[in-house]
């Protein structure tokens, strides 16, 4: 069975230091797909990054960069110089096949 | 601007009623999925469609049944709703891929409350 661990709960920050957010998965397939989500006080699940299994290099896009290693199984999320509006509920979620599923989420608090 | 609509943002029911949580998507997605998300559980899959009349069962399908009667429309049914059924109810959907998955798009979430 396909299981996502986010072992924190809540991590509270002030504006600008960096954070990381961890995920650790679970999933006999050889295949595989690997998300991150934000939900922000809006309720509105937000896509941000999907990682074929197949693909180890790690992405940046802005001040969020991911950290995909196989050989522990973790597909780690960064911000970088947090922000007040990084503040949200944030999910990795890890795919079988044509379905979802989650992990109980990080909650990140940015403090002014 | 493509889209995940629920009908309600809250509700409040009370135990024992039928509630209708209706979604509507407009990207002409096949794959469509309820979940409820509740502190500490993060999401659970309650049920998914694939295509128009076709339901399958998530993880905890137990006290619901779904409706898929047209492809941009599904339906979540409480047909008793109970206290623990209290919680967050979110809808999505998906294309259909050849590599069996893509990009969940999500509604704003229903809050229900039953007393």
């Known amino acids: 069975a396909q299981k996502v661990t986010q072992a924190q709960t809540e991590i509270s920050v002030v504006e600008k230091e960096d954070v990381t957010l961890d995920c650790v998965y679970e999933?006999?397939?050889?295949?595989?797909?690997l998300f991150w989500y934000k939900q922000p006080p809006s309720g509105e699940l937000v896509f941000l990054i999907r990682?074929?299994?197949?693909?180890?290099q790690n992405e940046i896009s802005g001040r969020y960069s991911w950290n995909f290693q196989k050989s522990t199984s973790s597909f780690n999320f960064t911000i970088t110089a947090s922000q007040v509006v990084d503040s949200a509920v944030y999910f990795c979620?890890?795919?079988?096949?044509?379905?979802?599923?989650f992990g109980t989420g990080t909650r990140l608090l940015v403090s002014p | 601007d493509v889209k995940v609509t629920q009908s309600s943002r809250y509700l409040v029911k009370r135990t024992g009623e039928k509630v209708f949580l209706e979604c509507v998507q407009d990207?002409?997605?096949?794959?469509m999925f309820w979940y409820r998300q509740d502190p500490g559980l993060g999401l659970r899959l309650i049920y998914f469609?694939?295509?128009?009349?076709?339901?399958e069962k998530g993880d905890i399908p137990e006290g619901y049944s779904v409706s898929r009667e047209k492809k941009e429309r599904f339906s979540l049914i409480l047909e008793s709703a109970s206290t623990n059924q209290t919680s967050m109810y979110l809808c999505?959907?998906?294309?259909?891929?050849?590599?069996?998955?893509?990009?969940?798009?999500f509604g704003e979430g229903s809050r229900l409350t039953v007393l």
């Open positions: 999505a959907s998906s294309p259909r891929t050849s590599d069996g998955t893509g990009e969940l798009f």
């Open positions: 999933t006999r397939d050889t295949t595989y797909y």
């Open positions: 990682r074929n299994s197949f693909d180890e």
């Open positions: 979620a890890l795919t079988g096949f044509q379905k979802l599923v």
């Open positions: 990207m002409d997605h096949e794959n």
């Open positions: 469609s694939y295509d128009v009349k076709m339901k």
